[in-house]
């Protein structure tokens, strides 16, 4: 089984990350420009990404207590998908991402490692973006 494996440290408290992260119905504004569009209905999100590709998610859990998001990828590209995003408090103003993402067949790291380095970044820039200006509650990209 393959496993991609991202950590990523945010100069912005902790709350303010799980803020944005725990609202799974806006992660196509939370992962611009890597995610262009997203619809959640119910437990599942559809997302699409810059290069065309969408897939369907089912959020499994938002874990307030542990601020962390787990989901997995509901489409046959994958025989098996587990993912997990988590905000770690590293002190009162600043945090990690931590995002794991299991999944067969292995073949498909090649395809999904850029997208997730590339996720993490732009999750840091516009989380980090947003605590800037003042406003967690609206990350909407311009």
Same mark, same amino acid.
């Given at each position: 089984?393959?496993?991609?494996?991202?950590?990523?440290?945010?100069?912005?408290?902790?709350?303010?990350?799980?803020?944005?992260?725990?609202?799974?119905?806006?992660?196509?504004?939370?992962?611009?420009?890597?995610?262009?569009?997203?619809?959640?209905?119910?437990?599942?999100?559809?997302?699409?990404?810059?290069?065309?590709?969408?897939?369907?998610?089912?959020?499994?859990?938002?874990?307030?207590?542990?601020?962390?998001?787990?989901?997995?990828?509901?489409?046959?590209?994958?025989?098996?998908?587990?993912?997990?995003?988590?905000?770690? @408090?590293?002190?009162?103003?600043?945090?990690?991402?931590?995002?794991?993402?299991?999944?067969?067949?292995?073949?498909?790291?090649?395809?999904?490692?850029?997208?997730?380095?590339?996720?993490?970044?732009?999750?840091?820039?516009?989380?980090?973006?947003?605590? @800037?200006?003042?406003?967690?509650?609206?990350?909407?990209?311009?």
């Amino acid at each position: 089984m393959a496993t991609i494996y991202s950590e990523q440290t945010l100069d912005v408290p902790a709350e303010v990350a799980w803020d944005a992260l725990r609202r799974v119905g806006q992660a196509h504004e939370l992962f611009a420009p890597v995610l262009v569009d997203g619809q959640l209905d119910g437990d599942v999100r559809q997302l699409q990404f810059s290069n065309g590709m969408t897939v369907r998610e089912r959020i499994i859990c938002i874990d307030e207590r542990r601020r962390r998001v787990a989901y997995t990828v509901l489409d046959e590209m994958f025989e098996h998908h587990s993912a997990s995003m988590q905000i770690v @408090a590293e002190g009162s103003t600043t945090c990690r991402l931590v995002w794991i993402s299991d999944f067969l067949p292995d073949a498909m790291e090649e395809a999904i490692s850029p997208l997730v380095s590339e996720g993490t970044r732009a999750f840091v820039a516009n989380i980090t973006r947003a605590n @800037a200006q003042g406003f967690s509650h609206n990350l909407c990209c311009e």
